[in-house]
C-alpha cells in the first residue's frame, strides 16, 4: 500500500499517536474526491476480512468509515485518513483516524445528536458512525480542523 498524503497542512491531534502501543501497520491515505472513498472502502474491508471480522462487523465498520471520509471531503474540504492494523496481544482490530484542517464544529455534543445537520441529510453522520463501532473519540477545534478516530475490535 502506498501513502499519499494531501498537501494541506492538516490539524494537529494527540489523536495520531493515540493506539501506538496497539499498531502493527500504517497507511495513510488522501482524503480529495469520492474516488478516494472508494478506495478507503476497499481497503477497510481487505483489514477487516484479514482479523476475520464478522459480516455484520465488517459491514458497520465500511459504513463508519465510508460516512467518516465524506464528512471530511464534504465539511473538512478534504484531509486524510489513518489505516491502522491494532492488536493489544489478546484482540486485533481497525483502527481510522480522519485528520482535515477545515473550519472544525462549534459543537460536537449538537453534530452527534441524531437528527443534527448544517448540509441537508438525514443527520446521522456522526453519531449513526460512533453507534457501528467499538472506540469514537473526536477532536474538533473551530478554525483548526477535526479529527475523528473510529476502532472496531475483532471480539
Keep these: 500500500m502506498n501513502d499519499a498524503h494531501t498537501n494541506a497542512v492538516l490539524f494537529e491531534t494527540a489523536l ?5 502501543q496497539h499498531r502493527t501497520a500504517r497507511v495513510t491515505l488522501r482524503l480529495q474526491s469520492d474516488e478516494d ?3 478507503l472502502r476497499k481497503q477497510v474491508r481487505e483489514r477487516a476480512v484479514a482479523i476475520a471480522l464478522s459480516l455484520v462487523d465488517q459491514t458497520k465498520l465500511v459504513t463508519a468509515a465510508s460516512e467518516l471520509a465524506r464528512n471530511t471531503i464534504k465539511y473538512g474540504g478534504g ?5 491502522d ?3 493489544d496481544g489478546i484482540r486485533n482490530g481497525v483502527g481510522l483516524l480522519f485528520i482535515d484542517a477545515g473550519p472544525g464544529i ?16 438525514l443527520g446521522l453522520g456522526l453519531g449513526g ?4 463501532v467499538d472506540e469514537f473519540t473526536i477532536d474538533s477545534r473551530p478554525g ?8 472496531k475490535w475483532k471480539r
Excluded: C, I, N
Aim: glycine content about 16%.
Design 16 to 20: 495520531l499517536d493515540s493506539h501506538r
Design 37 to 39: 472513498v472508494v478506495g
Design 79 to 83: 484531509g486524510e485518513v489513518h489505516l
Design 85 to 87: 492494523s491494532l492488536s
Design 106 to 121: 462549534p459543537d460536537v455534543d449538537s453534530a452527534l445528536r441524531d437528527g443534527f445537520t448544517t448540509g441537508g441529510g
Design 129 to 132: 458512525s460512533k453507534r457501528l
Design 144 to 151: 483548526e480542523g477535526t479529527a475523528v478516530q473510529v476502532v
